[in-house]
């Protein structure tokens, strides 16, 4: 049988709250166990006091402890006369000069009391005169002193257990009216902790629901955030989460639409053609046969820029690294530009810092073609009679490539978006000439791969400024 978790959190409040009563239940119970114990023995020893004063005037009119030795009954007189609520004097209880005979007071009653049987008296020379024997009890003995001399001691065994009818009959009012208060205790936590469990599981309720419809692909979802604590930071990184599924959802059907959009062109393309020499439309000439070729190595392109953009996405892009010089790697790309560029009249001006060297630990064919795939984003997007402008920079143990070329440029609310896949910006860039908009992708993840970055910012010529930042090693490193 499965417990809902607002009863399960009812039932852990309610058994802490039962656990944390009963040990009060069972500490107030103990304390007033020997509370009172030390209450009572305080008593007896405020009486004990008394009785020494007693006993004290009764060796002054005697001289001896005869009379509390032989007897029995004026010894109870005394003791009872030093009761808290006996205000009477012992020669008003037994007349002077009273024997140890019980016919003249067969009226008064014998209180034989269980401070009475704990009271032990002795002589000056620490004789027995009367009360319990010693057996083992540890007694604090209090001198009874007259006429400047010790003449008797006077000691009282503790209680070590109540034993009076009333004391008991109180203390288990006592116990009886605290057992009542955490009944009450219990009933009155009974009450509050469902509704606060509900209420506190009602968030969780809330975040389960909602994440049952994310994980149907409503991504739409969001949640309340009611709280500043931990339940309103799951509901604020729910909320992200869900922006991010819904975005990453968009991006999916753009990524997917785009490539579609890009596919078809170019086989639209092909079916035009191929069907136009079938009809005898065209002819098979050569220049056909080039148009043909052109839209098959434009979609060669785009297939094998999506498998290097995928590969790099997964991680399964391989990178062979070792030690080399990024001047080295950026002049061979350049070198294996300079024809293309020079036949679209861009000029094409190089500035390396002097004396600095750039040893690098890297993968020379990702870097080759991150290189080449910049360059031929300027060839493709700059205009004839314009300019590129390659600069490589050293600032500590941090390498910087700047591309920058002339017009056309791009407005910057979209430069932060051109590293994204099949991004480019219509009109301002021409699209004819360009590829499917993967290369600059693949060129974040191999910066990226190579723990650098690169961003995109307005040129100074009027086009776009490509800025790429590598760590350099250290010689011998």
């Known amino acids: 049988m499965k417990i809902k978790i607002k009863y399960r959190l009812f039932l852990a409040m309610l058994a802490a709250t039962a656990a944390a009563v009963v040990c009060m239940l069972l500490i107030m119970q103990w304390s007033i166990d020997r509370g009172f114990l030390r209450y ?7 009486r004990l006091e008394r009785l020494g004063g007693a006993l004290e005037q009764s060796f002054a009119e005697n001289g001896n402890w005869d009379t509390m030795r032989t007897d029995p ?6 003791i009872e006369s030093t009761h808290p609520n006996n205000h009477l004097e012992p020669q008003e209880k037994l007349p002077a000069g009273a024997s140890g005979s019980t016919k003249p007071f067969k009226d008064l009653p014998r209180v034989i009391h269980q401070f009475e ?24 003995f209090k001198p009874i002193i007259h006429g400047q001399k010790i003449v008797g001691y006077l000691g009282l065994l503790p209680r070590n257990s109540l034993t009076d009818a009333i004391q008991l009959h109180f203390v ?6 605290l057992a009542m208060i955490a009944g009450a205790i219990l009933l009155v936590s009974m009450g509050l902790s469902l509704p606060l469990a509900s209420r506190l599981v009602h968030p969780i309720k809330n975040l389960a629901a909602a994440t049952h419809r994310l994980a149907s692909g409503e991504f739409d979802t969001r949640v309340p955030v009611g709280s500043s604590d931990e339940l309103g930071h799951l509901a604020r990184d729910f909320n992200a989460l869900a922006l991010s599924l819904e975005k990453s959802e968009q991006s999916r059907r753009d990524w997917v639409a785009d490539i579609s959009h890009e596919l078809r062109t170019p086989l639209t393309i092909l079916r035009g053609e191929i069907e136009a020499i079938q009809d005898g439309i065209r002819q098979m000439t050569p220049a056909a046969i080039d148009s043909l070729h052109c839209e098959v190595m434009r979609l060669n392109r785009m297939v094998d820029d999506l498998y290097q953009l995928s590969l790099s996405d997964v991680g399964a892009l391989t990178y062979r690294k070792e030690e080399l010089d990024l001047d080295a790697i950026l002049n061979r790309a350049l070198d294996s530009f300079q024809a293309e560029f020079a036949q679209k009249r861009i ?28 360059l031929e984003n300027s060839l493709n ?18 390498a910087t490539v700047h591309f920058q070329d002339s017009p056309p440029g791009v407005p910057e609310d979209d430069l932060t978006r051109l590293f994204d896949r099949l991004y480019r910006v ?21 910066a990226t791969a190579h723990e650098g970055t690169i961003e995109a910012l307005p040129s100074s010529l009027g086009g776009v400024w490509i800025k790429v930042e590598l760590p350099l090693m250290e010689r011998g490193a």
Request: with cysteine.
């Open 40 to 46: 009572v023995n305080t008593l007896d020893q405020e």
């Open 347 to 374: 000029s094409l001006r190089t500035e390396f810092q002097p004396g600095a060297e750039f040893p690098l630990f890297a993968d020379s064919e990702r870097l080759q073609q991150l290189f080449d795939n910049l």
């Open 381 to 398: 997007y700059t205009d004839p009679g314009g300019e590129l402008f390659v600069r490589l920079a050293r600032r500590d143990t941090l």
């Open 426 to 446: 219509e009109g301002s860039r021409n699209r004819t000439s360009s590829g499917a908009g993967l290369g600059l992708a693949i060129c974040k993840n191999i």
């Open 117 to 140: 049987m704990r009271i032990i008296l002795q002589d000056a020379g620490r004789n027995p005169v009367f009360g319990p024997v010693q057996k083992g009890e540890r007694v604090e």
């Open 172 to 177: 288990q009012q006592q116990k009886l009216t």
């Open 73 to 78: 009954l004026k010894r109870s007189v005394l």
